[in-house]
C-alpha cells in the first residue's frame, strides 16, 4: 500500500515535482509554523496540508501565528525543537544559518528547476551561496490605487511618479474628496522597513552596499526620510498610519477612506471582495511609483520554508515543503500569493485566478526588487530602525539625525 501511494503521488499529472518516499502517518508526524496574515490564508494552507496528508499519509499539525509573532516563536522552540517547518521570512536565513537553527538544503534546491524559479524567491533563501529553505511564498509590494476617487478629481492617470503622486494627492484633498489620499504602514514593526525600503529604492538609495557594508545614512535615504515625514506634515497622509500595519491599510483603503496605500498582493483579491469592501471594483494594482534617480522600487516580500536543525524527519519535511511549493499547488492557490515558477505566469487558470492586472502588475514589478540586508544581525538592526525612523514620522528628530545614529547601530552590529 506504502508504494501505491508514493506512485500515485509522483505519476499525479498535474504534479510537477519529484518527492522522496515519504513515511506514513503512523510512522510521522510533523509540525509546522505559519504566519497568518498576507500571503496565503489559513485556510489555503490548510487545504494544501491535508491534500498532502492524503497523497502520502503524513500528519501535519500546523500553527499559525502573526508576523510579529513568527521569528520569537521559532526562536523559543528552537532548542526544545517544536517544530520541523518553519516559514521564515527573507531577512531570516541568515542569522537561522549562522546559529545553526535551519538546516541547508543546498544540494535539494538546487536539484530544482532554478532557471524557472524568480530570482526573488531564490534569494529569500540564500545566505553566504547556500540555500536554507525552499522558495515559497513569492510576494512584493505594490501600489493600489482607488481610480474613482481621482476621477472625481479630475484627474484620468495613474501617477508613476512620486512627484505626481502627491500633485495627485493635494488635488484630492483639496476638492474635499478624501481627508487622507495616502495610507501606509507606518506602525513600529516590519512593515515601517518594507515601506521604508520601497520609497528609499524609489529614490536610488540602500541600506547596504554590494559588499552587505552599512549605507544608512546615503543622501538617498536621508531624502526618502524627509519625503515620508512630509507627507505626514503636509496632512496627506493618515495619521494613523503610525500605528497600521498591512490589514489596517487594507481596510482603510476597502472603506473607501485612501486613495493610495503599498501593500502586498492580497490586497487586490480583498479590495475587489463585495463582502469586505465597498470599493470593489474601483482600485487597480500599479508598479510603485519612481523618481529621477529609479523607475519604480519594491521590497522583497519572498518566505521560505525551512527545515529545523532539530527536525527528526528531514526527508519527509522536505517532501511537505516541495508539495507545498508545487506548480500545482501555487496553482490552484495563487488568488492571494502569487507562484514562484515563472512558467505559470502564462497559465491561463493561474491568471484567471490571481488577475490578470496583478500578473501584469507583477511582471514590471519583479523588475525592481529591493532587498532588505540579509545579515546575522537584521533582527536588532531592524528593531533600531522601526524606533529611530518612527521618532522622525513623529517629528521628534531629523532624518539626518536618526540615520547617522543608525549607521553607527549598524556599524556595532557588523563588528559584534
Not at 24 to 50: H, I, P, R
Request: with cysteine; aromatic share 10%; hydrophobic share 45%.
Amino acid at each position: 500500500m506504502r508504494k501505491g501511494l508514493i506512485l500515485a503521488l509522483v505519476s499525479c499529472a498535474a504534479m510537477t515535482m519529484a518527492v522522496s518516499s515519504p513515511a506514513f502517518a503512523e510512522d510521522v508526524t510533523l509540525n509546522a509554523l505559519f504566519m497568518k496574515q498576507a500571503g496565503y490564508s489559513e485556510e489555503d494552507v490548510t487545504a494544501m496540508t491535508q491534500a498532502f496528508t492524503e497523497s502520502t499519509g503524513i500528519q501535519v499539525n500546523p500553527t499559525f501565528v502573526a508576523y510579529e509573532e513568527l521569528a520569537p516563536k521559532i526562536l523559543t522552540s528552537a532548542a526544545s525543537g517544536g517544530y520541523d517547518v518553519i516559514l521564515g521570512d527573507c531577512i531570516w536565513p541568515a542569522q537561522f544559518a549562522k546559529a545553526g537553527l535551519v538546516l541547508d538544503v543546498t544540494d535539494r534546491v538546487e536539484a530544482l528547476d532554478l532557471d524557472d524559479i524568480y530570482q526573488g524567491a531564490l534569494d529569500a533563501t540564500r545566505y553566504e551561496g547556500k540555500y536554507y529553505g525552499m522558495p515559497w511564498l513569492n510576494d512584493v509590494k505594490y501600489m493600489f490605487v482607488n481610480t474613482k476617487l481621482l476621477a472625481d478629481a479630475g484627474i484620468e492617470e495613474v501617477p508613476t511618479t512620486w512627484d505626481e503622486l502627491i500633485e495627485d494627492a493635494k488635488a484630492v484633498k483639496d476638492q474635499g474628496i478624501c481627508e487622507y489620499p495616502i495610507a501606509a504602514c507606518y506602525a513600529q514593526a516590519e512593515c515601517l522597513i518594507c515601506d521604508y525600503t520601497c520609497i528609499a529604492g524609489a529614490f536610488g538609495g540602500a541600506f547596504v552596499d554590494e559588499n552587505n557594508e552599512p549605507t544608512l545614512n546615503s543622501e538617498e535615504n536621508v531624502a526618502a526620510l524627509d519625503f515620508m515625514a512630509s507627507t505626514l506634515t503636509d496632512g496627506l497622509c493618515n495619521p494613523k498610519s503610525l500605528e497600521m500595519i498591512e490589514d489596517d491599510v487594507l481596510s482603510t483603503f476597502a472603506a473607501g477612506n485612501a486613495v493610495f496605500a503599498i501593500n502586498w498582493t492580497y490586497q487586490f483579491a480583498s479590495m475587489n471582495d463585495e463582502s469586505q469592501s465597498s470599493v470593489a471594483g474601483q482600485g487597480v494594482i500599479t508598479p510603485i511609483p519612481g523618481t529621477d534617480k529609479a523607475e519604480s522600487a519594491t521590497v522583497n516580500g519572498g518566505m521560505p520554508l525551512m527545515i529545523t536543525a532539530g527536525c527528526q524527519h528531514p526527508d519527509e519535511a522536505w517532501d511537505y515543503m516541495q508539495f507545498l511549493a508545487s506548480k500545482e499547488m501555487q496553482a490552484e492557490y495563487c488568488a492571494n500569493a502569487l507562484p514562484i515558477w515563472k512558467s505559470l505566469y502564462t497559465d491561463e487558470g493561474v491568471i484567471e485566478k490571481a488577475g490578470a492586472e496583478v500578473v501584469a502588475a507583477s511582471q514590471i514589478q519583479f523588475d525592481y526588487i529591493v532587498n532588505r540586508p540579509m545579515v546575522p544581525y537584521y533582527n536588532e538592526l531592524s528593531t533600531s530602525m522601526q524606533s529611530e525612523i518612527q521618532r522622525v514620522l513623529l517629528g521628534e528628530l531629523s532624518a539626518q539625525e536618526a540615520l547617522d545614529g543608525l549607521q553607527e547601530t549598524a556599524l556595532s552590529l557588523a563588528e559584534g
